[in-house]
């Protein structure tokens, strides 16, 4: 049954895993944005059979369950021939799990390229800018912020799946309340105060988020922005 | 090791729980996706709220957390024993991800042009033919990719039943991995190339889906 003593106690002990899950989140949606970028890359290379088996890898990565890839790299990585080393837990599920993000993150980065209007490519183009001049001047300032809202989402997403890096030792929120589960046999509430732990932390940044959709939109908003300039408001 | 004569008639055993606790979590994440969704949107303050409440909780917490929680909690809290972890893990599977359909059922709705519940109102239909024969098949058709890309997440979801011990695919390649320790890259990749066999049709009916979406709906 539900008691209220177990759960007072429970408490401070889940909340000691609480850095490491945030550590482990912020490694690996760290990981996962740089290596979003060589996905981006990869696809970007002109070249069809590359561009045809990158895609492909990337839906297989993303379409197969996370917790396997995790074991993979805990208990199959070391025995690989000539590659394999032994990782940590938490280099794995920072790996692990980045990977798995990492194809996402760079569709979300191939959204926000394509999001530019063909117009812009081509202006850029014919005022003679240069190759680094048009990204840095045109293309990345209209790119990037229309994806930080998705971006905030899926680091929202990649918090709640970090738990399953409990499975392979990573000693998160998860571990600890199965391992008083197991001393105290006290499950329920252990992982109560796992889900409130989560709840607490993903609703108010999820909130957080959509009102920065909100503001994003508004502010890039070609109608809302030619508007401003019509009332000769210089837009922000 | 071979895969094919060896590795793969292990994991073939496993393919009959997998799909079914797939399937089963599919239709019960649907069902409760259409009833979230068109509770979200009722005109009862106290049936909106709590649905608010349902989809809240399940978005916010995970579902490994969701399935572990029922698997302890349903035998003790309701003094009732399911006898079977199947149940339990197409409950937490179905209610996880029927929180985040129903919010995809409650936006694909509103998203239909306002204009057309305005014409069907004023051809004097019910507000019942309204939802039936004009938003409806408008809102079914934004749906569809994105049901197709949850149930891709839920196929990814059911390599978690394992952990509450049930018998799946990931259960028999972790069952032969323990023994042959040696092959265990070979024995994960093939049981990695099981689930994306599985996902194929899902990801080609997505892509489907999408060309439909586009189709036939005023905006």
């Given at each position: ?21 945030v550590w482990v989140t912020l490694l690996t949606f760290l ?63 920072v ?60 680091f929202?997403?990649l918090f ?77 | ?219």
């Amino acid at each position: 049954m539900w008691s209220w003593d177990r759960f007072n106690e429970a408490f401070p002990h889940v909340l000691q895993g609480l850095t490491m899950t945030v550590w482990v989140t912020l490694l690996t949606f760290l990981f996962a944005l740089i290596f979003g970028f060589v996905w981006l890359f990869l696809r970007r290379i002109p070249l069809r059979p590359l561009n045809w088996t990158v895609t492909w890898i990337m839906e297989f990565i993303r379409s197969t369950p996370p917790i396997i890839q995790l074991f993979f790299m805990y208990l199959a990585w070391p025995v690989l021939p000539y590659i394999g080393v032994t990782l940590s837990p938490i280099t794995c599920a920072v790996i692990g799990l980045g990977i798995h993000f990492s194809t996402y993150i760079g569709e979300i980065y191939r959204s926000g390229i394509e999001s530019v209007g063909k117009g812009q490519w081509e202006a850029a183009t014919a005022l003679n800018f240069s190759l680094i001049d048009k990204w840095r001047r045109i293309i990345l300032p209209q790119a990037i912020p229309p994806t930080i809202p998705m971006l905030g989402n899926y680091f929202i997403i990649l918090f709640k799946e970090v738990p399953i890096a409990a499975t392979i030792s990573v000693q998160g929120i998860l571990y600890m309340a199965n391992t008083f589960g197991a001393r105290n046999w006290a499950y329920i509430e252990a992982l109560t105060i796992v889900g409130i732990i989560l709840l607490a932390l993903s609703y108010p940044s999820a909130v957080l988020i959509r009102k920065l959709e909100v503001k994003m939109n508004t502010r890039f908003d070609k109608n809302a922005v030619i508007k401003k300039i019509e009332k000769g408001v210089r837009p922000s | 090791m071979n895969p094919i004569t060896e590795i793969a008639p292990q994991l073939l055993r496993g393919l009959q729980t997998t799909l079914t606790v797939l399937l089963a979590s599919a239709l019960f994440s649907y069902l409760m996706a259409f009833i979230g969704g068109l509770c979200r949107l009722s005109k009862n303050f106290l049936l909106r709220k709590f649905t608010g409440l349902y989809i809240e909780i399940f978005r916010g917490t995970s579902l490994i957390v969701q399935l572990f929680w029922l698997y302890y909690a349903i035998p003790i809290l309701f003094d009732i024993d399911l006898a079977s972890n199947w149940v339990i893990g197409v409950i937490a599977i179905g209610l996880n991800y029927g929180a985040y359909l129903s919010e995809v059922v409650r936006s694909s709705i509103l998203s239909v042009a306002p204009g057309q519940s305005e014409a069907a109102t004023a051809l004097n239909m019910s507000s019942f033919q309204r939802m039936r024969f004009v938003i409806f098949p408008q809102a079914v058709r934004m749906m569809l990719p994105e049901f197709g890309n949850y149930t891709i997440q839920m196929l990814k979801g059911t390599a978690l039943i394992s952990l509450i011990g049930l018998r799946d695919i990931f259960y028999y390649g972790d069952i032969m991995r323990s023994t042959n320790l040696a092959h265990a890259p070979l024995i994960y990749a093939v049981v990695l190339i099981f689930y994306f066999i599985l996902a194929l049709p899902l990801i080609f009916f997505t892509r489907k889906a999408e060309e439909i979406a586009k189709k036939g709906v005023a905006s």
